[in-house]
Every structure is written in C-alpha cells, then in structure tokens.
T-cell receptor, first 112, second 116 residues
Framework: DGGITQSPKYLFRKEGQNVTLSCEQNLNHDAMYWYRQDPGQGLRLIYYSQIVNDFQKGDIAEGYSVSREKKESFPLTVTSAQKNPTAFYLC???????????FGPGTRLTVT | GENVEQHPSTLSVQEGDSAVIKCTYSDSASNYFPWYKQELGKRPQLIIDIRSNVGEKKDQRIAVTLNKTAKHFSLHITETQPEDSAVYFCAAITSSCGTSYGKLTFGQGTILTVHP
C-alpha cells in the first residue's frame, strides 16, 4: 500500500473557500491522476498528467485546478467554482498510461 | 469519448458459487482493460487486467475475458469466499494516436456480496 500518499484523510471547508488536496508518490511514476468518487457513480477522472509541467483535463475538470511542478507531486485545488465539491477524492499514479494505476488512500472532503 | 457500462450493479452469491460481472465499452480503440476491487473505506486495488491482444487471462480464482468484436469484457470469480465481498470496477483505456497519452474510464461498479 505504500508509495503514494494523500493528505489529509478528512477535510472540512466552508462554502466559497478554495482547498488544496495533496498527492505525493515515491514510485518514480511518470503519470498521475485525480479521480472523484461519489456513491453509486464509480470513479470519474478530473485531471491527469503524463509528465512534469504538463496535464490534461479529464471528464469533470470544471471547478478544479492542478499543477505538476515535480514528478513526485500532483496537488489538486478544489475552487469555489465547483458546484458540489463534497466527495471522496482519489489520487493515482502509473509508470506509463497503459500500466497499472496505484491509488492513494483518498481524501474525504466535506464542504458546508 | 469512451463510455463504459457495468452490470449488474449488485450481485449476491453463496460462498463457493461463481460470480460474473460484465462490462461493455464504446470506443473500439480502447486497448487496456483493468479490474479493480475496492473494500469498504479503502483504496481501489488492481486484481487483474487484460490487453487487447489477448482474449482471456487467468489468475487463480479470477479470470477476465475480452471480446473485441462485441466490445465487452467480463470478470469471472470462481469458488467465491466471503472476503471477495467488495465493490468491483471495470475500466477501459484508450491511448491517443501513437502517443502515451490516454485516460481510464471506469464503470459504475458492482457491489458483490458473498454469503457464508
């Protein structure tokens, strides 16, 4: 289970505030991903990055932003523009695109 | 873009029975199909995957079959045990034209319950 970490495990924010979720990996993986998981809806891709300083929008990128300044790190900012931010957020990494994705333990964000 | 449909949404079996979960995908260019198991409150973990150049892959009690013509793939679990109870997700990935870019699209998940 080691190798990819997310912090914090639980996060509470007031509506209108931006919040940044951390994701770090020491697997030397090129690709990193952010997913959102809601009950009964599976995992939906928010953003992904193949290399440093490059990232692509996923299926539900609106209201989110990312950066990839270091290979090991891929933080996700949930902005106030995200209409329904309360969810379970999972970060993942893989050696390359067509290889197994390893998931972090997730961050449960609650916005009230 | 890719669309992955997964059925059934819930599956209940008796210990020792087999369980089958099916997924269909829309993009004929998809070429990698992993299956993930997620236990309650934990992260998804890969249990088996298959690439488009093979039709079947087995790993002990777990097998995956792929029908590229029909664009569907299935997970088969034999001799189920209570510890197999979890949510299972299928996924498909398409890499863009000759590059390593691509994204994974997940099915909606199947809640498998194995009764002792």
């Amino acid at each position: 289970d080691g190798g990819i970490t997310q912090s914090p495990k639980y996060l509470f924010r007031k509506e209108g505030q931006n919040v940044t979720l951390s994701c770090e990996q020491n697997l030397n993986h090129d690709a990193m991903y952010w997913y959102r998981q809601d009950p009964g809806q599976g995992l939906r891709l928010i953003y992904y990055s193949q290399i440093v300083n490059d990232f692509q929008k996923g299926d539900i990128a609106e209201g989110y932003s990312v950066s990839r300044e270091k290979k090991e790190s891929f933080p996700l900012t949930v902005t106030s523009a995200q209409k329904n931010p309360t969810a379970f957020y999972l970060c993942a990494s893989s050696r390359r695109v067509l290889y197994e994705q390893y998931f972090g333990p997730g961050t449960r964000l609650t916005v009230t | 873009g890719e669309n992955v449909e997964q059925h059934p949404s819930t599956l209940s079996v008796q210990e020792g029975d087999s369980a089958v979960i099916k997924c269909t995908y829309s993009d004929s260019a998809s070429n990698y199909f992993p299956w993930y198991k997620q236990e309650l409150g934990k992260r998804p973990q890969l249990i088996i995957d298959i690439r488009s150049n093979v039709g079947e892959k087995k790993d002990q009690r777990i097998a995956v079959t792929l029908n590229k013509t029909a664009k569907h793939f299935s997970l088969h679990i034999t001799e189920t045990q209570p510890e197999d109870s979890a949510v299972y997700f299928c996924a498909a990935i398409t890499s863009s034209c000759g590059t390593s870019y691509g994204k994974l699209t997940f099915g909606q998940g199947t809640i498998l319950t194995v009764h002792p």
